[in-house]
Every structure is written in C-alpha cells, then in structure tokens.
C-alpha cells in the first residue's frame, strides 16, 4: 500500500532534487580549468588545500609517534575540524574535506561535491585525478583536491584494522563508511568554497 506524503516532505524532495540539478549543470556549463591556469584563487585554493594537508599529515605523525592508531584517531575527529575552520577564518574561504564514503555525517558531500568525486574516483587513482576548480558569478570559486590514501591513513581506513580501533570508530562513528581503502586509492577530497563579493 503506497504512502502518502505531506506537502512539506514533497517540496523538501523537489527542492533537493532541484539543487542537485542546478548543480550538475554547474559542472557541464562550467567546466573545470585546466590545471596550468594561473588564477589567483586557483593558486590561494592549491596553497589553502596543501597548508591543510601539511597540517593534518603532521599532527597525525605525532599522534602515530606518540600512542599508535588509537590516538591517531583524535586527530582526525578533533584537529581536522579545527584546522578547517582556522583556514576558513584566515582566508575567507569556507574550508572542508568530503567523500563520497564519509566517517563523520558532518562531512557528506554537497551534491556539485559528488558529481566532483565521481569524477575523481573514475580516474582510478589519487595519482591520475585532477584538481577541480570553478569559478562562478562574480568572484567565487569552487576548488577539489583529491586526498591519496597514504601507508598512515590504512590502520583506521586500511582492510587489516585492529580491534582496538575498530571499537573506537564503532563508538565513535556508528555509520562509519571510510574503511576497505588501499594505498593509492582516492579517499575524500579537500573542499574550498570562495563566496561571492562585491
């Protein structure tokens, strides 16, 4: 017996739908840059994206250094966000990581930012995708990085996880989604999102 559905659950669906719409057609009117455009929000989203990737790779060698995977884990729950929100501050830029097989809900992609990984994971590795970068209306941008699956990120995201981490992360992420990775494989993305001004 098919489900009725209230006015509010049917506009939210359209809604949703539309937006993803608008976004996929973002991506086929607008297509990324080539990777040798030298637009200054091009070069401010690759230093923004690597000052990232430089910071959570570093605090997560101490962390191994320190106390192994189980404290590693931290790192990316607590510092990751963090760091995130001190390069959004400095650069006005609103700074994120997704995937399409996120750990933290706070996480899950926006839908231009799925069409993006799709197209990231169907170039097979971290070594032969491309960065993505959009610009749109008058001064914002849209810029992906794709993140390698690195020998330090396969004890939490690997195949042979211990039992000690995954009691952790079955706490921690009861829908965790970001396991099974082998090294090379694309795991998420850095986001960056340049608003619009004046």
């Not at 001190?86 to 706070?106: C, I, P």
């Not at 990984?117 to 491309?130: C, H, N, P, R």
């Not at 990120?153 to 996880?161: D, F, N, R, Y």
């Not at 396991?179 to 694309?186: F, H, L, Q, S, T």
């Amino acid at each position: 017996m098919p489900t009725a559905t209230t006015p509010v659950t049917t506009r939210r669906l359209l809604c949703n739908a539309l937006a993803m719409l608008f976004s996929l057609l973002l991506l086929v009117i607008a297509p990324a840059t080539s990777i040798g455009d030298e637009d200054p929000l091009l070069l401010k989203s690759r230093n923004t994206a690597d000052r990232f990737a430089n910071l959570l790779q570093s605090a997560l060698q101490e962390a191994m250094a320190v106390g192994g995977p189980v404290n590693a884990i931290g790192v990316c729950k607590d510092m990751a966000p963090r760091i995130a929100s001190k390069l959004s501050r400095e650069t006005g830029a609103r700074v994120s990581r997704t995937s399409l097989r996120f750990r933290n809900a706070a996480n899950a992609p926006e839908p231009w930012e799925t069409a993006v990984l799709e197209k990231f994971d169907a170039s097979g590795s971290a070594d032969t995708a491309v960065e993505y970068f959009q610009r749109f209306g008058k001064n914002a941008a849209r810029y992906m990085k794709p993140i390698p699956t690195s020998s330090l990120c396969l004890s939490c995201h690997g195949t042979a996880v211990t039992p000690e981490v995954m009691a952790i992360l079955a706490r921690d992420y009861p829908h965790d989604r970001a396991r099974g990775y082998a090294a090379g494989d694309i795991r998420g993305a850095f986001s960056i999102v340049w608003p619009d001004s004046d």
